[in-house]
């Protein structure tokens, strides 16, 4: 699978969840900051040719969230500037880590790898090509 693009987010997440309006308006403002931190290292066209694996992981202290309602958000907030449409996502990894929990760093990519050494609650967000649903059953 190659790389496309990656990104670390030093900041808590927010989930699609909530209904209310401050819920609305602090997703919103996720949303707006995951794409300004996004748009300083993306510097390309939006892909529009291509399926897409996406990978999140939260690095988190405390009690989580749920992972599947962090995702969508992020997926969102990328679209039209990694991506054309999120409908070229065709495989989708989310992961949530305790920081208080030991990790295996050994094979993580070094941003991922420094931010568990760091112990830094934070998401890290993955995009790369999609591979063959066949090598994904192997995993």
């Known amino acids: 699978m190659t790389l496309i693009f ?12 909530g209904t209310s309006k401050a819920s609305r308006r602090n ?47 992020i997926q969102d907030a990328l679209n039209g500037l990694v991506y054309v449409d999120d409908g070229l996502v065709r495989d989708v990894n989310g992961h ?9 760093v050994a094979s993580l990519p070094e941003i991922l790898r420094n931010a568990v050494l ?3 609650e934070c998401v890290y967000i993955r995009v790369e090509e999609s591979s063959e649903l066949n090598s994904e059953m192997k995993r």
């Open 6 to 17: 990656e990104l670390l987010l030093s900041r808590r997440p927010v989930s699609a969840q």
């Open 118 to 120: 760091e112990r830094l």
């Open 96 to 104: 949530m880590r305790l920081l208080s929990e030991p990790i295996d």
């Open 27 to 73: 997703k919103r403002a996720w949303q707006d900051y995951i794409r300004e931190e996004a748009r300083q290292s993306w510097t390309q066209a939006p892909i529009a040719d291509r399926a897409l694996r996406f990978t999140v992981v939260y690095l988190c202290n405390g009690t989580p969230g749920d992972i599947n309602n962090i995702i969508k958000p």
